[in-house]
Nanobody
């Protein structure tokens, strides 16, 4: 399995931006579709965004469409989540995930990172 380490979380005011990064190691990164999930206090973990191994295909949750952008750099073994126009309801722990296909990473990822906290103040 691939090992994943997230970074880039923090505290930001509503309307602001953050970019999360997820560094992968252990297996060939370009073989994996990648995704981001989040879990707010008292809520279940939910899908946020996913990207195919090539980067050509992306999927987003309706709640983040038009505000968040997922991208990847296979040369750096890293996937990113650019988050703009942040809202207090985006506050959550954000997790990076991997799967062998985009349909897998959006539903039942095979690898998870440890998570990074994002807090959006009103």
């Amino acid at each position: 399995q691939v090992q994943l380490v997230e970074s880039g979380g923090g505290l930001v005011q509503a309307g602001g931006s953050l970019r999360l990064s997820c560094a992968a190691s252990g297996r060939t990164f370009s073989n994996y579709a990648m995704g981001w999930f989040r879990q707010a206090p008292g809520k279940e973990r939910e899908f946020v965004a996913a990207i195919s191994w090539s980067g050509y295909t992306t999927h987003y949750a309706d709640s983040v469409k038009g505000r968040f952008t997922i991208s990847r750099d296979n040369g750096k073994n890293t996937v990113y989540l650019q988050m703009n126009s942040l809202k207090p309801e985006d506050t959550a722990v954000y997790y990076c995930a991997a799967g062998d296909r985009i349909v897998v990473v959006t539903t039942t990822p095979t690898s998870w990172g440890q998570g990074t906290q994002v807090t959006v103040s009103s």
